[in-house]
């Protein structure tokens, strides 16, 4: 009995001491927040003095302490303001928890935001010496940069004037973030990500990037990512208007393709069991209809009522472009996003050559037919053109004169000197067209209002028009004169041109949300 009360004796002055020790390291918290209020006291006094101090949130003060900031301060309840302030140019002030990331920096927070805004990040905090530390150094699966932009989003530092925050441009970026926001328990800031940056970044990028990006192990992994693309993929519904048959067209609804007589009706239709169709082409006589899903394209006779499969064609890497030649509706170029451009025989399923390998594909284009049939891929910021496709798989030119990844080609009619005229757009808000005899630009339009994702010509000639998601907007080449804007009263996701230009507005793709899909005609 006496060693048992010995035992629980010596337990219960464990417990005594250690509560001793939490009411030490207590007294020090206290006494280092006793500290920062002196400081920002001491601070307010100096801009109270005439010195002046301005914060976000607009809290000011002038010469002369007109103003009282305290009461400014109290007023507007802009306490954070101050906070905001000082974590922005990273001051003492407001800044009492020092944060030691993966790569060995250093940053500073503030302990009662963290516990408001990241609160499983603020768990993490211990007493070293007189300081609050996190220490983060050793999680490896943590991107500093990533938990640099949770700190920011959590302390309103994005609120800053200048802003410190700078979008991720990559969705790894994205997926990092993602995962030091789950860390540190900044549940306001994960939804910001899904909600402004995902969605915001989607919509500026080309039908490439969007199939690469849902067909990715990360984006199936994450499923804000994935749900997020396949929603990008349904609002730009893959269309197709056959140019001889005006009567033809096809149009994507959800994992449906649907052929839409001159009546508005549908006259057949075409599913794809599990996917959305990402690309849809016909032939220059409209006797063949390509219709792809990742990395397999299905030929399909669009007269066909029972939609028997004619021909499954695979290549490697997701497809991103599909363009019949137009002097041989039997034969079908395909792009792929890694790359790869390859020519088939799309009754037969023969490959018939392949191109010279690019880093990616973004769009292509094939001219109508002429004494040469032209092919322009875009891969980046540069345009490779083929100009005799039948003898040679290496591009003749490579132009150069975006500064940003081209989202849409188009080749004009021959003109009556045969000059092959190449109109491009790109995500840098610029639109340039190219001789590709010359292999030179003729015109550049910049500073647009939007990034332009395509671009279409009349069947004459006379017109081309560009697209962008806020509106329509009809040109005339080489004067380069903007004639009409056409604002749909839904989203506009794509244009395409009637094949007898009766006037010069085409029939315009719109859509409203998931439920609503409009077509247009002006």
Known sequence: RLEALETAFQAQQNEISNIAQNMITLSNDVQTMSQNIQQL???????????????????????GGRNNPIDKIQENNCFDAVIWSAYSSQQRIGNDVVIKLPDQSIVRGHGSILISQAETLAELIYVDDTNLLIDLSSIEQLSSKAIRFVLDHVHGAMRSEPPRKVLPQDFKS????????????ADACRRYVERKIIHDHLDNLTLSEIIELSASSEARF??????????????????????????????VIGNKCCIYNDAGKIQNSFYLKQNIPHCVAYSLQ????????????YIYDPDDSHNKTLQT???????????????????????????????????????????????????????????NAFLACASSNFIYSFHHIHETNHANQMLIGH???????????????????????????????????????????????????????????????????????VWQPYTWQRLHNIHS??????????????????????????????????
């Not at 601070?43 to 003060?61: A, D, E, K, R």
């Not at 997926?175 to 328990?185: E, F, K, M, N, P």
Request: hydrophobic residues 40%; charged residues 15%.
């Open 41 to 63: 006291t001491q601070l307010i006094q100096q801009t109270s003095s005439g010195t002046g101090i301005t914060v976000t949130g607009n809290v000011s003060t002038t010469a």
């Open 174 to 185: 994205v997926w990092q973030i993602l995962i030091a926001a789950d860390y540190c328990g």
């Open 222 to 251: 994450l499923s804000e990512l994935k749900y997020a693309t396949i929603f990008q993929l349904q609002k730009r519904n893959a269309h197709q208007l056959c140019q001889q048959r005006q009567e033809q067209l096809t149009f």
């Open 286 to 297: 409209g006797s063949l209809l390509a219709i792809s899903e990742y990395e397999t394209c």
């Open 313 to 371: 064609i695979k290549q490697s890497g997701n497809l991103c472009a599909l363009r019949f030649l137009p002097n041989d509706e039997s034969k079908l170029f395909c792009a792929s996003t890694n790359g790869q451009v390859k020519l088939w025989h799309a009754l037969t399923g023969t490959c018939l050559k392949s191109l010279q390998r690019l880093n990616r594909v973004d769009a292509m284009a094939i001219s109508l037919p002429a004494p």
């Open 403 to 473: 500064t940003d990844a081209v989202s849409a080609l188009a080749f004009a009619p021959p003109d009556n000197h045969g000059m092959p005229l190449l109109a491009s757009c790109a995500k840098d808000k610029s639109m340039k067209f190219w001789n590709l005899d010359a292999g030179t630009c003729l015109h550049s339009l910049t500073d647009l209002d939007d990034i332009q994702l395509n671009i279409v010509f009349t069947a004459n000639g006379c017109y081309f028009i560009t697209i962008s998601l806020t509106r329509c907007q």
């Open 489 to 522: 009263s839904s989203q506009v996701l794509d244009a395409s041109l009637l094949q007898q230009p009766i006037i010069a507005f085409p029939s315009i793709v719109t859509k409203d949300d998931l439920s609503s899909h409009t077509i247009e005609v002006w």
